[in-house]
């Protein structure tokens, strides 16, 4: 027997066991099932199968009340006997309905792009109004501005560290994991007592934050006047 | 005729779409005056038969080629933005379109599944960005969608998104 044979002969059954019903169940099972009817099975039997999920569910709550039952039950808790199944069914319909959403939308993207902009290799600001006020630079002012800053800059104070090469994190980030490797326990004046030069020791104080937040070694500091001990993690 | 030059070539040289308000300041002329002036270029372009046109809504207008000829600028044209993109990570952006601005656990909760690494991806790409922090504890960040997201799907704006009932117009209900 196949699927659709299947689908055919539980859909046979519940309408069978429903089309005399009137309570709101019932009605409820018959206008689904109508709407069932009018499918044609061979179209897509993904949906049907949400339709008989969702006839099932219903005559499973059909069938509950049937049972002889020692204490009258509410219709509402019959309902909240089923929440959670209710609640699960929507969230598949939600789900299915972004999952068709997303891929509508790739479809319409698709269509767009069939129309290209047209590119440009340079960016121009965007066009839209300009501000009022505007801060207004003569272009001779600004190149001899710029002639200026080239000229000067390495005699500005702050400015002589520019043209020195720095140190290469990552290298310092080797360095310190060696050296926490084979003392097992240092401390970070133990590890800038060797270096040459400030920004060495900088270096070196960024390879210790990296390797802390990578979780290769453990560092600690009791006080601001203490030693920051570092250590191999083993965790 | 000196607004059709002008436009044209403004068109021509700006990267990405112009605001008509630009135009309308620059060429001092009204909104419905630039409107005919486009569809005048439009008119001259398809009389002589060229390969793009003058795409404006409202509010915008960029230099596209037509839709026909697509298949045949293909070693030319950009890479598709969702080549590549998985089903997850389209879901993804569905939902962030419709739900937006969302939470990264909202998207989960409606998914059933983790959704960090289609979040990603969609960030990458440049269809979503952070837009701001739910203010609850942990202050967990809201994703919104972005205007190249829009650009992309031809939509003016997130209110103008289709409702997701059109998407199932044709084959659910009678």
Known sequence: ?235 | MNNKKVISAVLLVSDGAIDHEYFMNLLQIEHNELIEILKEINTDLENVGIGFYIKFDNSKSDIVTKAEISELLSDVKPPPILKGLSTPALETLAIIAYEQPVTKLKISEIRGVESESSIKTLESRGLIEKGGELDVPGNPILYTTTDLFLTKLDVSSIGNLPTIGNYFGNSEEE
């Open chain 1, 1 to 235: 027997m196949n699927n659709l044979e299947v689908i055919e002969n539980l859909k046979n059954l519940l309408v069978e066991y429903t089309s005399n019903s009137k309570d709101q169940i019932e009605n409820n099972l018959t206008m689904i099932f109508q709407s069932f009817e009018n499918k044609s099975l061979k179209e897509d039997i993904d949906n049907y199968a949400e339709f008989v999920l969702l006839g099932a569910s219903l005559f499973e709550l059909k069938a509950k009340r049937l049972l002889p039952q020692e204490d009258e039950v509410e219709w509402l808790d019959e309902v909240e006997l089923i929440k959670d199944k209710d609640l699960a069914f929507a969230r598949l319909l939600q789900f299915k309905a972004f999952t068709e959403v997303g891929i509508a939308m790739a479809i319409k993207v698709k269509q767009t792009e069939q129309e290209i902009p047209a590119f440009k290799y340079y960016q121009t600001n965007s066009l839209t109004i300009k501000p009022e006020i505007q801060y207004k630079l003569e272009l001779s002012k600004f190149q001899e501005t710029a002639v200026e800053v080239f000229s000067r800059y390495k005699t500005i104070q702050g400015f002589s560290h520019i043209d020195k090469e720095l140190p290469d994190l990552q290298v310092a980030i080797d360095d310190l994991l060696q050296i926490v490797d084979k003392r097992l326990s240092t401390t970070f004046g133990e590890l800038v007592s060797s270096v040459n030069s400030s920004q060495e020791a900088v270096a070196f104080f960024l390879a210790l934050l990296e390797a802390v937040r990578w979780g290769f070694i453990k560092a600690e500091q009791t006080n601001i006047d203490k030693e920051i001990i570092i250590e191999k993690n083993y965790e």
